[in-house]
């Protein structure tokens, strides 16, 4: 599956519609990212069960304030709608395909049930 350019009308819809969410935040003028972007494409390729987001954060600009990104590339990781990872950097191949492969088997029971323990009344 090739990379989808979310924006803020679909973002969200996104992550709560597909089981796993990747989401690379660049900017055109970023060297890091340009660089970034074909390892990127090729795991949307080598992984077409998970959905590869690019957001643009510079036509998305409140949709890179919402998600606190204060330096880019910065890579997301959704499971079932859930943020479960979120690093700044460009990645290696081998780097990005471990966060795909840690992502992947999470145990999401366990991770919704330590969420619920850190959350007050």
Not at 21 to 48: I, M, N
Not at 68 to 82: C, E, N
Request: include cysteine.
């Amino acid at each position: 599956m090739a990379t989808t350019h979310l924006t803020g009308t679909g973002f969200e819809k996104s992550i709560n519609e597909h089981p796993i969410v990747l989401v690379d935040f660049w900017a055109g003028w970023c060297g890091p990212c340009r660089a970034f972007a074909p390892t990127y494409e090729a795991a949307s390729q080598k992984h077409p069960d998970i959905v590869f987001g690019k957001v643009d954060t510079e036509a998305e600009q409140d949709l890179a304030a919402a998600a606190a990104i204060t330096s880019i590339p910065t890579l997301m990781a959704f499971r079932d709608g859930l943020l479960v990872f979120s690093q700044p950097g460009a990645l290696r191949a081998a780097d990005l395909e471990e966060v795909i492969t840690a992502v992947k088997g999470l145990d999401m029971d366990g991770v919704r049930a330590t969420l619920g323990s850190h959350r007050t009344s």
